[in-house]
């Protein structure tokens, strides 16, 4: 699983630095610059989370799926942007693999 992610990290960064904005969507937004970003991880937020309910009603989750790689992709280029990656997020679920989630919660609260 990491290897898809590892690639997708690598493609994203290089056209972040490389790409021209009128052939890479991700230089576009890149170009465009953090808020449109960030719009862009908020519009796939909602699209997630109308399609988790519509799939609890189908029973088909090809639409959750679909819409989850997307937040998957737009949150990837949020981080590329602020210069971390995925692996720091795996980082941090592995640090927090094994903990309940109500200690883990408690203790950023600390």
Do not use: P
């Amino acid at each position: 699983m990491t290897d898809v992610l590892t690639a997708l990290q690598h493609t994203i960064e290089q056209r972040i630095k490389d790409a021209d904005a009128d052939k890479s969507y991700v230089a576009s937004l890149h170009q465009r610059g953090l808020n449109r970003i960030l719009e862009k991880v908020g519009e796939e937020c909602v699209e997630t989370i109308i399609a988790a309910k519509d799939a609890r009603t189908s029973g088909d989750n090809s639409e959750l799926v679909g819409e989850t790689a997307d937040l998957w992709f737009h949150s990837m280029i949020m981080l590329a942007e602020l210069g971390e990656s995925a692996d720091s997020v795996l980082n941090e679920l592995g640090r927090r693999f094994g903990l309940s989630g109500i200690d883990e919660k408690l203790s950023r609260n600390s």
